[in-house]
């Protein structure tokens, strides 16, 4: 039985900050951010913004065409979790009316959130095929403002529906997985900023790359020239980048081609975003199949890499049709309608992002109609509404 993709949603805030300007900030050549980091802007998530509030966003793109009574598992995958017991699936699941007989819950691996849940919603499926399973991936990247992290950062989400003949993506058995207890990236209980050793994390990042894809085509005997395309964790576009060209060296240039060509389509909506720690790879993948013209049954090789740290390659075919799931228009739209924040009003939005509101406090969003936002809390619950 083809079980994988068979939707995708994403949703970014309403404001960003462009990367020439933050160069001119902090008194670098923009080139360092535009080339030497591969960013063009970074997503900002104000105060009403948090990962719950995004994955409802996400999810909600897809919502109305699909069947809410079969969705028997809701996965959700970040780093940048609201509370320390409560599962942020279960204000999803409230939100947007899923029946209670929904199994749910969090997972956290850094980055790895979605790919875990992702897996897991693929083997829910094969056990049982009349139902499907929505899986989000919802960060804010903050590493600080003027730290050498900040360049890196970004806010959104990436929701799926993972069902038994998808229309997107069908996912392939086998996989090859590579862990170690290591510290590139962490973020203490008491932190809303990440922790970094940030040379560090870039060189096992590819590390990591090395050993899973490597392991990946000996166990499924493949070559390199077998994929049509491969797509990566982006954290910036410039380490996907890297990556990428340890893949293609010694190929040939017709594979060489195909691949380079393919990254640059997957690493568009990143740049403009920035990190979005779980959804990041789901995004280079949307933005693939929304960039660039793959014939359907192309295979697309998936790195997953969460510090601390966790990798994982595995691959997909592509559905035929799948480009009549996409709404290209749609997330341009959702790009072009952001305020361009001056660098002095992102820092002041980043640090109140940091506050939590006074209990009682009622927070109000400057988003489009039909958003839902974080609306502060009551007796330290929760609450969520929509524009
Ligand atoms: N024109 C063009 N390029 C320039 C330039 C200019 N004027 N000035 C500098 N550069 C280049 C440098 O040569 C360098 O390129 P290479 O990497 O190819 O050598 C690049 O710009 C970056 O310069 P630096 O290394 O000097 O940058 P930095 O010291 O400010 O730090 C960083 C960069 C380590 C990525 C830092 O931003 C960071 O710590 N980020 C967070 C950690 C991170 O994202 N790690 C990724 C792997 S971990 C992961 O994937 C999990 C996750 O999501 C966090």
């Known amino acids: 039985m083809k079980v994988g993709i068979d939707k995708i949603g994403f949703y970014t805030p309403n404001k960003y900050v462009d990367m020439v300007d933050l160069a001119h900030a902090r008194g670098d050549d923009p080139n360092k951010y535009l080339i030497g980091i591969g960013q063009k802007q970074m997503a900002v998530a104000d105060q009403t913004q948090d990962a719950v509030s995004m994955g409802i966003n996400a999810t909600l793109k897809y919502l109305d065409q699909i069947d809410k009574d079969k969705v028997g598992l809701l996965v959700f995958g970040t780093e940048s979790s609201v509370d320390q017991s409560k599962s942020a699936s279960l204000f999803v699941k409230s939100a947007l009316h899923l029946r209670p007989e929904v199994r749910t819950f969090e997972v956290k691996e850094a980055c790895f959130g979605l790919t875990a849940g992702l897996i897991i919603a693929r083997d829910f499926v094969r056990v049982h095929p009349d139902e499907t399973a929505i899986v989000i991936g919802s960060d804010i990247a903050r590493y600080g403002v003027a730290t050498p992290g900040e360049v890196t950062q970004g806010a959104g989400s990436i929701s799926v529906l993972v069902k038994s003949d998808p229309a997107i993506l069908t996912l392939n058995d086998g996989h090859s997985a590579y862990s170690e207890d290591i510290n590139d990236f962490w973020r203490p209980n008491d932190s809303k900023l990440a922790m970094v050793d940030g040379k560090y994390s870039t060189q096992v990042y590819l590390q990591f790359f090395e050993n899973v894809f490597n392991q990946y085509k000996k166990d499924r005997k493949l070559e390199t020239k077998d994929f049509d395309a491969i797509i990566y964790h982006l954290p910036f576009t410039k ?43 789901y ?74 509101p006074k209990d009682g406090e009622v927070l109000e969003s400057d988003e489009v109609a039909g958003t839902w936002y974080f609306a502060g809390t009551e007796n330290y619950i929760r609450q969520y509404k929509k524009k």
């Open 283 to 356: 995004l280079s993948l949307l933005s693939l199949l929304e960039k660039s013209d793959l014939a359907a049954d192309s295979l697309i090789g998936l790195f997953s890499y969460g510090s601390g740290a966790m990798a994982e390659f595995f691959s997909g075919n592509l559905v035929d049709g799948y480009k009549s799931q996409l709404d290209p228009e749609g997330d341009e739209a959702m790009l072009a309608r952001r305020q361009r924040l001056t660098v002095k009003e992102y820092e002041d939005t980043f640090n109140k992002a940091l506050e939590d």
């Open 239 to 281: 380490q996907g980048l890297k990556a990428n060209r340890l893949a293609v060296e010694d190929q040939d240039e017709t594979t060489k081609k195909r691949l380079e060509d393919s990254f640059e389509a997957s690493k568009q909506l990143s740049m403009e975003v920035g990190n979005i720690y779980t959804a990041s790879l």
